[in-house]
């Protein structure tokens, strides 16, 4: 059977539905292709001498293989996702590791002092966050998308991962830069220190529904 490529009217037909919905945050676009968005190279990555770090505010800094960090207890996730490029891609289907997991696990034990979280991805990327936002369920540490592996252009092995849960409004959501991907660390951290996007300009906490662009 043939499956037609959505017009430029059903695109925004389905805009307008998610508009309705409430789901669509000011100054958004509805994209049905998922648009690859980085600086500087797509990095390559050897599973072999692959590893994760966790270090910081934490009794005892952490490495992780790939191959142990595969077997860590996983979980789906479906999430809209929100550019500050100003695309909007809904009902994305996810799999991979919650940041909570590592606590659960007990291979991670977070001091007191722990306020943020630097993600530190290849090539020197990084991004900032509350450690409440990477403990909630709109942050992922992320291995697969619709059922397959990351590719390389959208962060393989592993990326960072933020999206919006529909009618969870409880929950902050933030623009998708602030998800690293060819994530290899986080740096637990006692204060706050700008990611990459924050140094260039881009807003510290970067809300999608107040719409916090730029600083
Ligand atoms: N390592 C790394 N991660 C990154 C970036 C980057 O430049 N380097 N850009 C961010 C930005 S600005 C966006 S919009 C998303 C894009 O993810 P995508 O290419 O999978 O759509 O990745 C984020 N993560
Ligand atoms: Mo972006």
Redesign the pocket.
Known sequence: MMTNKPTFADRKKREAAMRKAGRLPPGQALTEK???????AIPDCDPNSWDFRIWGEVEQPATLTYESFMQLPRVDAQFDLH???RWSKFDTHWSGVRFNTLIETGLVKIKPSARFILQH??NG?TANMPIDLMKAETFLLATHFEGQPLTP???FPLRGLVGAIPGRKDLKDVY??K????LRGLEILPADQPG??EQAGYHNEGDIWKEQRSA
């Open positions: 998922f648009p690859v968005l980085h600086y500087g550019c500050v490029t991805a290849e990327y252009e959208h962060g998708l830069w998800g690293a991907k060819w990459f996007w």
